[in-house]
């Protein structure tokens, strides 16, 4: 029998991740221990694991070095791969929202907008130029990208927004959601037809738990 | 400024000696495998006028096509896809051919796709076009030569997944979602998002038996037992048309031994403006993206001015070889040949000796360095040769096999 692998998020998602791999019969105790190993395996069931930067995990899923996925809707979408998008974990929910100061409440469509700031370029670019027919300048940050209308980099930003708090501690507001964001689990469109089987009961298994 | 003189562009290149070998073997397993078939190969033309793929035809999306200027100023491209050129030369050249034409090719395209897991921009396609018949025989035809070259390039485990567009395309039609819903239905169903489906769904007042297949769609794939659960009053006539000719299709196949290479998908609804009925893809171990993929496209050779039904499929050969390297299936080069040296008087003894192997077959290559015995047979050796010769003054041979 081959090996099923899968990439999981570093950060946040990965105790969720495991949680339900675990309640799915799979044995995580080799991925649990803080080892320095890279790759961990659970011999019995013959799946391999990895953890990767979350923005990477697609990439991994889309190439086929691993065959299932577990990474934040967020990350898909500034991605754009080209995977099976099989199932919403429900997990790590939050919102894709445009966000800025309370001046521009309920103006969104009177005034312009030149410049966004946000960690998501491509989902910035493809809402201001589909949704809004407009040509922004995006400005890539790294982290704390409520600080940019705060300092006059951008007039508004794109970013996740879990509870608002950090908005509303710096006068930030909601101007429009974008999407809603949840954890999900991606297949490599080869692996779900190759392993079929094997695929469709891990998916079944982890759906249970939902 | 920077030269760039000492690179190539990026995603073009070189391929050398021995990987250039094995690429022209597998090349010629699959052009006997097209010809034993009754195929006759093709050649067409590297650049093209823009508009034979884009413009209001829009075949091929303008950003991924490599664009220049013939001397008169019209726009020309790098062929992106072979499939095209044959429509436009059966439309043309063969259009008084005596159908139906089985032609097949191998050549390079060229696109501004997306890089990496083995996509290059420049990229060696394979293929087969049946044109001029619409007929499960000849949905199967296509599949079956599919099927066939990749057994011929030495890959065992693979899958054909068989889909049919007019499935997809009918069920809409009963539905009675606008264009935009379609194809935000479409988008979802290629990612098997059951959950994004089950969300536009609940937008909608549609008939729950028709419902309940929508939803099923992104699960709908596998063995032939799918077919079971979906009941022809359901889903309207184009969609029961479309499941009866792939079971039409599978049963040639099941005549041919084929059908345990296949399996179908019906949520396969990947480009629907160029397909019109069986579509296929083909994928193997060891490679994330399909190796081949195919279908009917029976409204392309009109675009061009004449009609005619046509269907065929083209394999990624770059992908082949990806895929029997990771499967540890290519064939690594034997030592071979034979590399001569002489002593100074015996010139023309060796290279009439060398001639002579040459016209019997057997490689062979004369010193033209005079190295001498010690350090001819250490290049020898090196460059893979399977036997050294060293031709004396006094006409005898030393011979060691490397």
């Known amino acids: 029998m081959r090996y099923i692998t899968f990439a999981l998020s570093k950060g946040r998602l990965t105790d969720l991740s495991i949680k339900l791999l675990e309640g799915a019969g799979i044995d995580c105790t080799e991925l649990k221990e803080k080892s320095r190993k890279l790759i961990l395996t659970d011999e019995k069931n013959k799946i391999r694991f990895f953890l990767a930067k979350p923005a990477d995990v697609p990439v991994y899923v889309e190439y086929g070095a691993a065959d299932i996925g577990i990474v934040g809707k967020d990350t898909l979408i500034e991605e754009g791969r080209d995977l099976y998008e099989v199932l919403d974990l429900g997990f790590a929910e939050c919102k894709m929202c445009v966000a800025g100061p309370k001046e521009l409440e309920g103006k969104m469509d009177s005034v312009s907008i030149t410049r966004v700031a946000t960690k998501y370029p491509e989902v910035a670019r493809t809402y201001f130029r589909h949704k809004r027919r407009e040509s922004v300048e995006i400005i890539k940050l790294s982290g704390s990208v409520e600080l940019a209308p705060l300092v006059g980099l951008s007039e508004v930003i794109v970013d996740l927004v879990e509870t608002g708090r950090t908005l509303k501690e710096n006068g930030l507001v909601v101007l429009d959601t974008i999407s809603e964001i949840s954890a999900r689990m991606v297949v490599n469109r080869v692996s779900m037809k190759m392993e079929n089987q094997r695929i469709t009961k891990i998916i079944e298994d982890m759906r249970k738990q939902l | ?402």
């Open chain 2, 1 to 402: 400024m920077k030269k760039w003189n000492i690179y190539t562009p990026e995603g073009v290149q070189d391929i050398l000696f021995e990987s250039c070998s094995q690429k022209r073997l597998l090349e010629s397993k699959i052009r006997k495998a097209f010809i034993l078939n009754g195929y006759k190969e093709i050649e067409t033309p590297t650049i093209e006028f823009y508009d034979t793929f884009g413009g209001e035809r829009g075949l091929i999306n303008q950003e991924s096509m490599y664009k220049f200027c013939d001397s008169k100023g019209r726009l020309l491209v790098l062929r992106p896809d072979l499939t095209v050129p044959v429509a436009r030369v059966a439309a043309t050249r063969l259009k008084d051919e005596v159908l139906p034409i089985k032609c097949c090719y191998i050549g390079n395209t060229f696109s501004f796709d997306e890089l990496g897991g083995g996509r290059q921009n420049e990229f060696t396609q394979a293929g087969c076009e049946l044109l001029g018949i619409n007929s499960p025989e000849a949905d199967a035809e296509v599949v079956a030569m599919a099927i066939e070259t990749v057994k011929s390039t030495g890959i065992e485990e693979f899958q054909i997944d068989i889909g049919q567009v007019g499935f997809f395309k009918g069920l809409m039609e009963e539905s009675g979602l606008s264009e935009d819903e379609i194809e935000e239905v479409r988008e979802l169903i290629d990612q098997k998002n059951l959950v994004g489906v089950e969300q536009v769904m609940d937008r909608h007042k549609v008939k729950t038996p028709l419902k309940r297949i929508i939803l099923d769609l992104p699960k709908l794939f596998g063995s032939r037992d799918i077919l079971q659960n979906i009941n022809s009053e359901d889903i309207g006539k184009e969609a029961t048309k479309a499941i009866e000719n792939i079971k039409a299709v599978l049963e040639i196949l099941e005549d041919r031994n084929l059908a345990q290479y296949v399996s179908l998908d019906l949520g396969m609804v990947q480009s629907l403006n160029y397909y019109t009925g069986i579509v296929f893809r083909g994928f193997t171990y060891g490679v994330g993206f399909p190796i081949l993929s195919g279908g009917r496209y029976d409204k392309l050779v009109a675009k061009f001015g004449r009609d005619c039904e046509a269907t065929g499929f083209s394999l990624g050969i770059n992908m082949v070889m990806m895929a029997l390297e990771r499967q540890k299936k290519l064939v690594k080069q034997q030592p071979e040949g034979v590399f001569i040296t002489y002593e100074k008087n015996a010139r023309k003894l060796a290279s009439d000796y060398c001639r002579q192997l040459i016209e019997s077959n057997c490689i062979a290559e004369l010193d033209l360095m005079q190295m001498g015995t010690g350090e001819g047979k250490k290049y020898a050796a090196l460059r893979g040769f399977r036997k050294f010769v060293c031709i004396k003054n006094d006409g005898s041979r030393e011979e060691v096999m490397l």
